[in-house]
């Protein structure tokens, strides 16, 4: 039950960022260039919840995120599980206690979630390769992200190990003889 309800919350905030997205930082982008929350989203859920449920509500919300914005179907979806996928691995291997490594890990996954997807458009649709542009969407989208890890910081560790009590508490059950 207790499972249910972190999802259904996942949900929730899915489509809450997906509204922030699309409207509030339409307003605040620089040099045209909005934050990826999915990306930091995506982080998030891998960190705390693991890589099943990582994997699984990436795809889906990548998916879903093609489904209304995507030129194409499938790369969202992708990018984000192998984020998902990506959360777990440096969960086990990092600690989440610290803003800076925090800031570290939202670097890489942005910088993996956009180069993904820009190889994808190249060879998929033909787009050409102009890495100057590149860079500064790049670069942009990156120091977005980390000031919003940076402010956001306290609510995501909080929501993070609530998350965490539910998806990874090891129930361990005693004999006494």
């Known amino acids: 039950m207790k499972k249910t309800l972190a999802i259904i919350c996942l949900i929730v905030a ?15 982008t620089i040099a045209k260039i909005k934050p990826s929350l999915f990306v930091i989203f995506a982080l998030f859920i891998g ?21 209304l914005i995507g030129r194409t179907i499938g790369i969202s979806g992708i ?24 800031i570290l890990m939202v670097i890489g996954s942005t910088f993996l979630y956009e180069v993904g997807e820009y190889i994808y458009y190249i060879f998929r649709l033909g787009i050409q390769f102009e890495l100057y542009s590149f ?8 120091i977005y992200n980390s ?3 940076i402010i956001l910081y306290p609510i995501i560790q909080k929501a993070g190990y609530a998350l965490e009590n539910t998806f990874k508490a090891k129930s361990i059950l005693t004999r006494y003889f």
């Open 14 to 28: 899915f489509f809450i960022i997906y509204f922030l997205q699309a409207n509030f930082f339409s307003w605040f």
């Open 79 to 102: 990018l984000l599980a192998i984020i998902g996928f990506l959360g777990d691995y440096l969960d086990k291997n990092f600690s989440k206690e610290s803003r800076i490594t925090m």
């Open 147 to 149: 000031i919003i890890v």
């Open 47 to 67: 960190l705390f919840s693991g890589k099943k449920i990582g994997i699984t509500l990436g795809f889906v919300f990548g998916t879903y995120l093609d489904l």
């Open 135 to 142: 860079l500064k969407i790049l670069f942009v989208e990156t």
